[in-house]
């Protein structure tokens, strides 16, 4: 088991974040990882939630839109946030911006919902990145939350070569509907030598806007013989988008 080789190197290189507000770097003395004027432009997605996909719903139903009527192939999803304000400039941060840092604090969430939750799961694994993006990049944020979140509860076994990322697509967010529904199918492919058979899987990632990427990745690890995948990303957008699920 891999576990906590990386953890300390990692631990000790972003240690700093801690004291840091993930918004607007300004220094906070507390844990929450937010100042007391981001905090304000934070949406926690403790209200009324999908049962399904764990998005932010109101009304009398029990399902959001899509999982009224359409089948996913992961099982359920979790987050602690809306991906509204000072969580999706922190999340751009933290993808784009080389504030990888912002995982740590995130990773705390993570840990938090997977224990309110009382999330079972064998293994935790991430959403891959391509080689090319990940080259450009030089970190995949997923993977950090994925490690974090593994250094932070003990005896979690992390799985780094599951699902990976076999071409480059398009971003989600600039594509129209239609499109969105094709643009990732097909681009995931399970690792040779992952181990996820008969096992329960959970799924890390930074955000859910459409649900395809952790929909896409969740269809490799079942058809691999993952026996349940649920998600569990930072946050998460409600969207008018319907899961990919026809047979190629
Ligand atoms: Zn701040
Ligand atoms: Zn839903």
Do not use: H, W
């Not at 004291?19 to 432009?41: H, S």
């Not at 922190?90 to 911006?97: E, Q, R």
């Amino acid at each position: 088991m891999k576990i906590s080789r990386l953890s300390n190197a990692f631990r000790t290189f972003f240690a700093p974040s801690e004291y840091r507000c993930v918004c607007c770097g300004k220094d906070v003395f507390n844990k929450l990882g937010f100042c007391p004027d981001c905090i304000k432009r934070v949406r926690f997605n403790n209200g009324k939630r999908c049962l399904r996909c764990g998005v932010a719903i109101d009304g009398e139903a029990n399902y959001c839109g899509n999982c009224a009527f359409d089948k996913t192939y992961f099982d359920r999803a979790f987050s602690p946030f809306c991906y509204d304000g000072a969580v999706r400039d922190a999340i751009l941060d933290m993808k784009f911006n080389n504030l990888g840092a912002n995982a740590v604090i995130f990773a705390r969430y993570l840990a938090y919902t997977a224990e309110r939750e009382k999330l079972n799961y064998d293994v935790v694994t991430f959403a891959p990145m391509s080689n090319r993006s990940l080259k450009k990049r030089g970190y995949n944020q997923a993977r950090l939350l994925a490690e974090a979140f593994c250094d932070i509860l003990n005896n979690t076994e992390l799985l780094r070569e599951t699902v990976i990322k076999i071409r480059e697509t398009e971003p989600q967010e600039k594509l129209s509907r239609t499109e969105r529904k094709t643009n990732l199918v097909g681009s995931y492919r399970i690792c040779p030598d992952a181990d996820v058979k008969g096992k329960r899987i959970l799924l890390i990632d930074d955000v859910k806007t459409t649900g395809a990427t952790i929909n896409e990745c969740a269809k490799v690890l079942k058809r691999a013989g993952a026996v349940e995948v649920v998600a569990l990303t930072v946050a998460s957008r409600t969207e008018d988008f319907v899961y990919e699920n026809s047979e190629e």
